[in-house]
Structures are given as structure tokens and as C-alpha cells.
């Protein structure tokens, strides 16, 4: 069992939680996907204007993004260089993940405040898109608070977790990874 599975009951919690946000990112992919192929059908076969697909393809496409953030985060999927954590020993290494994830956790808090913000205007106002299809713009606008809002929790969630010893910090082992690498690769290994 990996770091990202052990812990405590919040930590696990917290997880599933963000499972659940990239099953239904991915299921938003989907069903982009599957109104873009009837839009295609639409527009070229039955020669037929469209009307909300393109629209619509946006939204989830966004929507889909901010929602899968924590799980992306829970699988360490985020584009980063390791090249810095790598190089230092466990003491300076655990002291770099405390500021990154501390700096990043409350740079995507600050995200959720405004977002929620900016959505609450949007469903407090009636505020509706320009176009013909009208879609109230609270609705895709909810994914901004929501996205961020669990990925702060899974910032947290990670933070909590190396605090208390169920996971390594950058998932590294104590142990100098660059000198592990270098005798796997002098022994034959990959």
C-alpha cells in the first residue's frame, strides 16, 4: 500500500473525496466529447445549425479541469522538477515540501475565496451568457470555488499526511534517491 492510501480516517476521506472529483471530471470529458461528435453529426451531416453544443463543450471542458485538480494532485500528476527535492537530504527536503505546499495551499485558498466570490455574484445577479442559448452562469462557474476548494483540502490532506508519517515528502525516499537510482542502474536495473 502506497502513501496515498494509508493514513488516518480523514486522510483516506479526503482521498475518496478526490476520487470522486476525477471520476466526475473524467465523465465530463466524456460527455464533451460525445457533444462534440453530435455537434460534428449536426452541423456536416444533417447540414442543421447548432445551437449550445459549442458552448456547452467549453463549460465541461473548463469545468472538468478545476474539478480534476485534486485528484491530480492526490496522484501527483501536477507538471513539477524534482530536480531540487531529489538533491537534498531528508531535512532541507521536508523543510522545502512544508513551504511549497504551505505557499501553494494558501495561494489556491485565496483562489477558492475569490471564486466563491465571483460565482455567489454571478447566481446573486442572474447573470446569463450572451448567447442564444442563455445558460445561467452560476452553473459553470461553480466549478472555479469547488476546484479549488478541493484541491486546498487535498493540499492540506498531503501536508497532514507527512506530518504524521504516512507519507514521505515529494513521495521520496529518506534515502539519497540519486545514489539509489545510480546503483539500480549499475546493477542492471532500470
Not at 451531416?45 to 453544443?53: C, E, G, I, R
Not at 479541469?65 to 531540487?84: A, W
Not at 512544508?98 to 475565496?113: Q, R, V
Request: charged share 15%; with cysteine; proline share 5%.
Amino acid at each position: 500500500m502506497d502513501g496515498l492510501e494509508r493514513g488516518d480516517g480523514v486522510t483516506r476521506t479526503i482521498g475518496w473525496i478526490s476520487t470522486i472529483a476525477g471520476w466526475i471530471a473524467a465523465t465530463m470529458i466524456v460527455v464533451a466529447v460525445a457533444i462534440t461528435c453530435q455537434m460534428i453529426f449536426v452541423r456536416f451531416v444533417l447540414n442543421s445549425s447548432t445551437v449550445w453544443q459549442t458552448e456547452m463543450v467549453i463549460y465541461l471542458v473548463i469545468s472538468a479541469t478545476l474539478v480534476g485538480l485534486p485528484y491530480v494532485q492526490k496522484l501527483r500528476g501536477h507538471v513539477n522538477v524534482d530536480l531540487i527535492p531529489i538533491a537534498l537530504p531528508p531535512g532541507p527536503r521536508r523543510a522545502m515540501f512544508y513551504c511549497t505546499l504551505s505557499a501553494s495551499t494558501l495561494i489556491i485558498a485565496i483562489m477558492t475565496f475569490y471564486g466563491a466570490e465571483f460565482w455567489y455574484t454571478a447566481w446573486s445577479r442572474g447573470w446569463r451568457s450572451d448567447t442564444v442559448w442563455g445558460v445561467r452562469l452560476w452553473i459553470p462557474y461553480l466549478s472555479i470555488p469547488v476546484g479549488f476548494g478541493l484541491l486546498a483540502l487535498q493540499m492540506i490532506s498531503d501536508v497532514w499526511a507527512v506530518a504524521k508519517g504516512y507519507d514521505k515528502p515529494f513521495g521520496l525516499p529518506d534515502k539519497d534517491p540519486l545514489a539509489a537510482r545510480a546503483a539500480s542502474a549499475a546493477e542492471g536495473g532500470h
